[in-house]
């Protein structure tokens, strides 16, 4: 257990209204990622964090932004949410080597754009 | 580039039937090979790892082994359990200082009493 919480557990907005979403761990992990999870599309990467106030896309940036100024805090933010944005979002931790490492996720935040 | 192909779900299966859940990979270098499995509105959590060709990784009754020739990581368990049902993400490690796991699209499992 990598003690990772996410805040908000749940969470309904309306089309157009900006959103964050918190992680926060208690590990001194360095490495940081949030996740979306669809049906029909696994896991896909957002964006990532590499240390404080270092951060890169993922796969699926657009519309996200992030930000990460201590070790333990990653905020993904939703600047004008949009429904397509509905989903289940993961952060998760890296620790290990590059190669043999392992992600320790959150319980996830469950967003609903109406 | 790394990808990981998964067979498609739901699998099915009845109390102590036999579990394989196929995974195979295209990777450069010497990646490692992860299973990953997320139980109902849970995060992910590791299940088993593999760091290198032929060794078998193991945990809670599911095996897994590394076959570079085949490109392969397939889980298996023996006599699954109504317990087990949950969605397994089959993944591997990416070389080149991204820290970047690629994962599959996961497979989900049911397991009826």
């Known amino acids: 257990d990598a003690g990772i919480t996410q805040s908000p557990r749940h969470k309904v907005t309306e089309t157009g209204t900006p959103v964050t979403l918190r992680c926060h761990q208690t590990?001194?992990?360095?490495?940081m990622y949030w996740y979306r999870q669809d049906p029909g599309h696994g896991l896909r990467l957002i964006h990532y964090?590499?240390?404080?106030?270092?951060?890169d896309k993922g796969e699926v940036s657009d519309g996200y932004s992030v930000s990460r100024s201590k070790t333990e805090d990653f905020l993904l933010t939703l600047e004008s949410a949009t429904s397509s944005q509905t989903s289940v979002y993961f952060c998760?931790?890296?620790?290990?080597?590059?190669?043999?490492?392992?992600?320790?996720f959150g319980e996830g935040s469950r967003l609903t754009v109406l | 580039g790394n990808s990981v192909t998964q067979m498609e779900g739901p699998v099915t299966l009845s109390e102590e039937a036999f579990l394989t859940i196929n995974c195979t990979y295209t990777a450069t270098g010497y990646p490692s090979l992860f299973w990953y499995v997320q139980y109902p509105g849970e995060g992910l959590q590791l299940l088993l790892k593999?760091?290198?060709?032929?060794d078998k990784g193991s945990n809670k009754g599911f095996e897994a082994t590394y076959r570079k020739e085949t490109t392969s990581f397939h889980l298996e368990k023996g006599s699954v359990q109504v317990s087990d049902s949950a969605v397994y993400f089959c993944?591997?490690?990416?070389?080149?200082?991204?820290?970047?796991?690629?994962f599959g699209r996961g497979t989900s499992l049911i397991v009826h009493p």
């Open positions: 593999a760091t290198k060709a032929d």
């Open positions: 590990e001194n992990h360095r490495y």
């Open positions: 998760a931790t890296y620790t290990g080597t590059e190669t043999t490492g392992e992600l320790f």
């Open positions: 993944a591997l490690s990416r070389s080149g200082g991204s820290y970047i796991p690629t």
């Open positions: 964090s590499y240390g404080v106030k270092d951060t």
